[in-house]
């Protein structure tokens, strides 16, 4: 007779095979659209003025940092740390699931009658429960000791607060970096000649031909390069650094071009200005898509690994366990290439081209995911005579006992 025990999960029509997007496409999920318009929200909270008090040394440079979170993005880090956890929840279900399968592979293999049945199947066979830690609708059924110690999931609401933290805290301190960059790439350029003289800056012939020269055509004061860095560097605005380089010299390269075709020093300067916020608002979106998509793979997987290690803590799965490296059906990356269907040790790291994780992403935008690999010692056994303080119980080689 085989005994069914219900493994509550989330129904879904794709039977929880994994999604893989193609690499080239923008198009973004529910929790990666949240996090995305979240992210782009806090770029803009970012005050101007912001930018003017650190590079005019108003204050202390991460006393702004500082202030800044406090003041405009606090709220941001609470809105993408609800995002990540719904993303981290989901990896969880998706595991249940996937290490429900791999566990009724197991039992089967060891010739044991016993089964593990998803919620569809509950309400057919008269099975007790076995609760994941987030969910506790039904309390007619008894909750087994698997998913019973952390009820309110807090290791993944930390975990969801954390990446949060970690998001808004890069995106705030990219501010004073940008200005760096921006101030270096233009001014800081050394320039070494035939007679061994070293040069730092721009030659007067350079300089003419870069978006300072036109800054300075059309200031009736000579600027400075912190004034030229207050002109560019709101364009760069929640950019990774080497993004803000990026700007500072296309906008130089448009500014050129059009001097070349004779346009007047104002006409270039508001032609370059919308220029710089077009293409900075283009990175700036890109980023926030990288952010969403990488933020919720981590959290994903991050949700995976935590229900393995708690399977395995509570004896569910083998002392021998592993956890398989997934790759997308199509357009694998060079660096997760060689990873496919590689197999660990379940506490043990993977090595992706030298660098070792405990779980995907192995870079920004990456889509794998990581696979349950059980392996039971033996089948369960059953035990009990039935009467109070002694029932009928199923007891596995590695520790988890179920009620029957």
């Given at each position: 007779m085989a005994v069914a025990v219900k493994w509550v999960t989330k129904k879904r029509g794709d039977n929880h095979a994994p999604k893989f997007r193609p690499v080239n496409s923008d198009a973004l999920d529910k929790t990666e659209r949240r996090i995305y318009r979240t992210t782009l929200e806090a770029i803009e909270a970012i005050p101007e003025d912001t930018y003017r008090r650190i590079i005019r040394r108003i204050m202390d440079p991460q006393e702004v940092i500082d202030d800044l979170i406090t003041r405009h993005l606090l709220t941001d880090i609470e809105e993408i740390a609800k995002a990540i956890f719904a993303a981290y929840v989901e990896g969880t279900r998706d595991m249940a699931h996937r290490l429900r399968e791999g566990l009724n592979k197991e039992l089967k293999r060891l010739g044991s009658d016993l089964r593990l049945v998803g919620k569809a199947d509950y309400k057919k066979a008269n099975i007790i429960g076995l609760y994941e830690p987030w969910i506790w609708d039904d309390p007619t059924i008894p909750a087994l000791s698997l998913f019973d110690q952390q009820p309110d999931n807090m290791a993944g609401k930390v975990y969801s607060r954390f990446r949060a933290s970690e998001i808004i805290s890069s995106v705030a301190n990219d501010v004073q970096a940008n200005i760096g960059v921006i101030i270096e790439e233009g001014f800081t350029a050394q320039q070494s000649f035939s007679t061994g003289r070293t040069v730092t800056g721009l030659t007067p012939q350079q300089t003419a031909g870069r978006l300072y020269g036109v800054l300075q055509d059309v200031s009736p004061v000579p600027i400075t390069t912190s004034q030229y860095a207050e002109y560019v560097v709101p364009h760069t605005n929640g950019l990774f650094p080497r993004w803000a380089k990026a700007v500072d010299r296309s906008m130089n390269t448009y500014a050129n071009n059009l001097k070349n075709k004779g346009l007047d020093d104002k006409t270039v300067l508001e032609r370059t200005t919308k220029h710089g916020q077009r293409y900075g608002n283009k990175l700036r979106r890109a980023r926030?898509?990288?952010?969403?998509?990488?933020?919720?793979?981590?959290?994903?997987?991050?949700?995976?690994?935590?229900?393995?290690?708690?399977?395995?803590?509570?004896?569910?799965?083998?002392?021998?366990?592993?956890?398989?490296?997934?790759?997308?059906?199509t357009d694998v990356c060079p660096i997760c290439r060689p990873m496919a269907g590689r197999k660990v040790p379940l506490k043990a790291p993977f090595n992706v081209g030298g660098s070792f994780v405990d779980y995907p992403p192995a870079h920004p935008n990456c889509r794998c995911f990581i696979f349950p690999v059980p392996q039971l010692s033996a089948a369960p056994v059953l035990i009990g005579s039935n009467v109070t303080g002694d029932p009928f119980r199923y007891v596995f080689n590695d520790g988890w006992s179920i009620t029957v």
């Amino acid at each position: 007779m085989a005994v069914a025990v219900k493994w509550v999960t989330k129904k879904r029509g794709d039977n929880h095979a994994p999604k893989f997007r193609p690499v080239n496409s923008d198009a973004l999920d529910k929790t990666e659209r949240r996090i995305y318009r979240t992210t782009l929200e806090a770029i803009e909270a970012i005050p101007e003025d912001t930018y003017r008090r650190i590079i005019r040394r108003i204050m202390d440079p991460q006393e702004v940092i500082d202030d800044l979170i406090t003041r405009h993005l606090l709220t941001d880090i609470e809105e993408i740390a609800k995002a990540i956890f719904a993303a981290y929840v989901e990896g969880t279900r998706d595991m249940a699931h996937r290490l429900r399968e791999g566990l009724n592979k197991e039992l089967k293999r060891l010739g044991s009658d016993l089964r593990l049945v998803g919620k569809a199947d509950y309400k057919k066979a008269n099975i007790i429960g076995l609760y994941e830690p987030w969910i506790w609708d039904d309390p007619t059924i008894p909750a087994l000791s698997l998913f019973d110690q952390q009820p309110d999931n807090m290791a993944g609401k930390v975990y969801s607060r954390f990446r949060a933290s970690e998001i808004i805290s890069s995106v705030a301190n990219d501010v004073q970096a940008n200005i760096g960059v921006i101030i270096e790439e233009g001014f800081t350029a050394q320039q070494s000649f035939s007679t061994g003289r070293t040069v730092t800056g721009l030659t007067p012939q350079q300089t003419a031909g870069r978006l300072y020269g036109v800054l300075q055509d059309v200031s009736p004061v000579p600027i400075t390069t912190s004034q030229y860095a207050e002109y560019v560097v709101p364009h760069t605005n929640g950019l990774f650094p080497r993004w803000a380089k990026a700007v500072d010299r296309s906008m130089n390269t448009y500014a050129n071009n059009l001097k070349n075709k004779g346009l007047d020093d104002k006409t270039v300067l508001e032609r370059t200005t919308k220029h710089g916020q077009r293409y900075g608002n283009k990175l700036r979106r890109a980023r926030a898509r990288m952010i969403a998509r990488t933020e919720v793979a981590f959290a994903q997987n991050r949700g995976m690994y935590d229900t393995l290690l708690q399977a395995q803590d509570q004896g569910i799965m083998g002392a021998q366990s592993l956890k398989e490296w997934t790759v997308g059906p199509t357009d694998v990356c060079p660096i997760c290439r060689p990873m496919a269907g590689r197999k660990v040790p379940l506490k043990a790291p993977f090595n992706v081209g030298g660098s070792f994780v405990d779980y995907p992403p192995a870079h920004p935008n990456c889509r794998c995911f990581i696979f349950p690999v059980p392996q039971l010692s033996a089948a369960p056994v059953l035990i009990g005579s039935n009467v109070t303080g002694d029932p009928f119980r199923y007891v596995f080689n590695d520790g988890w006992s179920i009620t029957v």
